[in-house]
C-alpha cells in the first residue's frame, strides 16, 4: 500500500511514525504501514456469497449458499484469537460479507475486544438503518468497491444498477457519519475512468480512495491479457499522482493509496526525486519504514473455512485452519517452508527483483502474481514496470547516490540517538 497523498503531497513526515515507536498496537490506522513490528492487518473473508458477478472476484464468488463457513461461534472464537496474537485491524471482507446474517455481531464483537474494524463491501446493500447500526457499533471504515462511474461500474459488477446502488450505500454511510472509501480495481477495461473517480471524490467530498492494480488470482487471473502494458501503468500512476497534487492545490484534503504494486513507491520517489530532492530524502525513509510487500508478514488472511492464507488472493495453499490451531500459532510456525521464507522473502526472489537495489523499498513485490505467470512464486513480479536501468542494473546517478547516501547518514545520526 502506497500512500500517495502521505508521500507525494506530505501528509506524513518520517517523524510521525516514530513518534509511536513504530508499534503497531499504539500508531493510528493512517500509520500502521509503517509500523516495526508488523503484526498483521488481517483480512477475514466472512463469507463466499455474493450478489453481484464481479469480472475480477478473486473469490470465484456467487449468489447462492455455500457450505462449511465458519459458525458464529467459531467466528468470535478467531476474533479473540486475532486480538490475543495483537491483530491491529480485522478487515471484514466476502464475497460480500453482509449477506452473512450474523456480520453485525461479529463486528460488535471484534469492535468489545478493542481491535478496530473495517468494511470491504460492494455497497449495494446498506440501507439508512444498517448504516445507522454499523455506525452504533463504532466501525472504523467502509470501503465501497467502485470501478468505475455507471456504466463502466454496472458491466465490470455483471448487474444493472449496481452503480446507484453502491452510491445509495456511500450516501448513508455519510449520513450515518461513518468514514466511507472508494476502491477501484484498475484494468485495461477501466482505466480511463480514473479522471471520473477523482470527480467523484470532490462532488460527494469522499475522504479516502484505494487504487488496486489488477492481481492475477480467481475470476481476475483470466484478466492477465487485459492488464495494463508497463507504459500504461506508468502513465496511469503518473495521472494519479497529478490529480492528487491538484486535490490538495484546490484545498481538498482526500487520502489517496495505491495497493498491490510496490513499483508505485519506487517510481513515486524517483520523480520527487527531480521535482523537490529534499521530500523525496524523507519519502525514501518512509518507504523504508513501510518495507514493500508484507504478504505472509505484516497481512494475512483467513478464509470463509478457517483456512490461513498468506493474503487474500493466495487461495491455492493454506499454512493451517483456524479450527484446530489458533492464528497467532498458524501465523509463527515456521516449520512451514512457505511461511518461513515469506517472512524473509528478499533473500529468495530471482531475476530483476534479487538484481535491484530498490529491493528493501518494494519487498520483492506481489509473489502470488510472479507465480501466476511464471509458475515461479520467487521470479520477478512481472507487474514491475520499472526499467533494467532504474533498477540499478546500469549505472547509478551521481544525484541519486548523493541523496542516498545523505540519508543514510541522517538515519545513522538518529539510530545512536534513539
Known amino acids: 500500500m502506497i500512500g500517495i497523498s502521505k508521500l507525494y503531497c506530505g501528509t506524513v513526515e518520517p517523524s510521525d511514525p516514530l513518534r509511536y515507536g513504530r508499534h503497531s498496537g499504539k500508531l493510528p490506522s493512517h500509520l500502521l504501514q509503517f509500523a516495526r513490528d508488523k503484526k498483521p492487518v488481517t483480512v477475514w473473508n466472512v463469507g463466499r456469497r455474493c450478489n453481484l458477478r464481479c469480472m475480477h472476484c478473486y473469490s470465484h464468488s456467487r449468489n447462492q449458499n455455500y457450505e462449511g463457513?465458519?459458525?458464529?461461534a467459531e467466528g468470535k472464537m478467531l476474533l479473540r484469537d486475532l486480538e490475543a496474537f495483537g491483530v491491529p485491524v480485522v478487515l471484514f471482507s466476502g464475497g460480500e460479507p453482509l449477506m452473512r446474517p450474523d456480520?453485525?455481531?461479529?463486528?460488535?464483537?471484534a469492535r468489545e475486544l478493542g481491535m478496530r474494524a473495517v468494511l470491504s463491501t460492494n455497497g449495494?446493500?446498506?440501507n439508512q438503518e444498517l448504516a445507522e447500526e454499523l455506525k452504533r457499533l463504532?466501525?472504523?471504515?467502509?470501503?465501497?468497491?467502485?470501478?468505475g462511474l455507471k456504466e463502466v461500474h454496472d458491466r465490470f459488477r455483471g448487474v444493472r444498477g449496481a452503480f446507484k446502488q453502491a452510491m445509495e450505500g456511500l450516501r448513508n454511510c455519510q449520513k450515518a457519519g461513518i468514514k466511507v472509501g472508494l476502491r477501484f480495481t484498475i484494468s485495461r477495461h477501466n482505466f480511463r475512468e480514473i479522471p471520473g473517480i477523482f470527480g467523484l471524490l470532490?462532488?460527494?467530498q469522499i475522504p479516502r480512495?484505494?487504487?488496486?492494480?489488477l492481481v492475477y488470482a480467481g475470476r481476475g487471473s483470466a484478466l492477465v491479457k487485459d492488464d495494463l502494458s508497463h507504459g500504461e501503468t506508468r502513465q496511469v500512476v503518473d495521472q494519479i499522482m497529478d490529480l492528487t497534487r491538484q486535490l490538495f492545490e484546490d484545498g481538498l484534503s482526500a487520502e489517496v493509496l495505491t495497493v498491490d504494486n510496490h513499483s508505485d513507491g519506487v517510481y513515486l520517489y524517483r520523480r520527487l526525486l527531480q521535482e523537490d530532492p529534499e521530500r523525496a530524502a524523507g519519502v525514501l525513509e518512509l518507504l523504508r519504514m513501510n518495507g514493500g510487500n508484507s504478504t505472509g508478514h505484516g497481512i494475512g488472511c483467513v478464509s470463509w473455512d478457517g483456512s490461513v492464507h498468506a493474503d487474500q488472493f493466495w487461495r491455492h495453499y493454506s499454512f493451517g485452519n483456524v479450527r484446530e490451531r489458533p492464528f497467532g500459532e498458524i501465523w509463527t510456525d515456521l516449520s512451514d517452508p512457505l511461511m518461513a521464507k515469506l517472512k524473509e522473502k528478499k533473500r529468495f526472489v530471482k531475476g530483476r527483483?534479487?538484481?535491484c537495489r530498490y529491493i528493501e523499498l518494494c519487498g520483492g513485490n506481489f509473489r502470488v502474481r510472479a507465480e501466476a505467470v511464471t509458475g515461479d512464486l520467487w521470479a520477478a513480479d512481472p507487474a514491475c514496470y520499472l526499467t533494467d536501468e532504474e533498477i540499478g542494473m546500469h549505472a547509478r546517478s551521481a544525484h541519486q547516490e548523493e541523496v542516498e547516501s545523505e540519508l543514510s547518514s541522517h538515519q545513522i545520526e538518529t539510530s545512536q540517538a534513539e
Request: a negative charge; glycine letters at 6%; hydrophobic letters at 45%.
Open 353 to 355: 527483483c534479487a538484481a
Open 124 to 126: 449495494t446493500l446498506i
Open 69 to 72: 463457513e465458519l459458525t458464529t
Open 202 to 204: 470532490r462532488e460527494k
Open 138 to 147: 463504532d466501525l472504523s471504515y467502509v470501503g465501497i468497491s467502485l470501478d
Open 209 to 213: 480512495v484505494c487504487f488496486y492494480h
Open 103 to 109: 456480520i453485525l455481531e461479529l463486528v460488535g464483537t
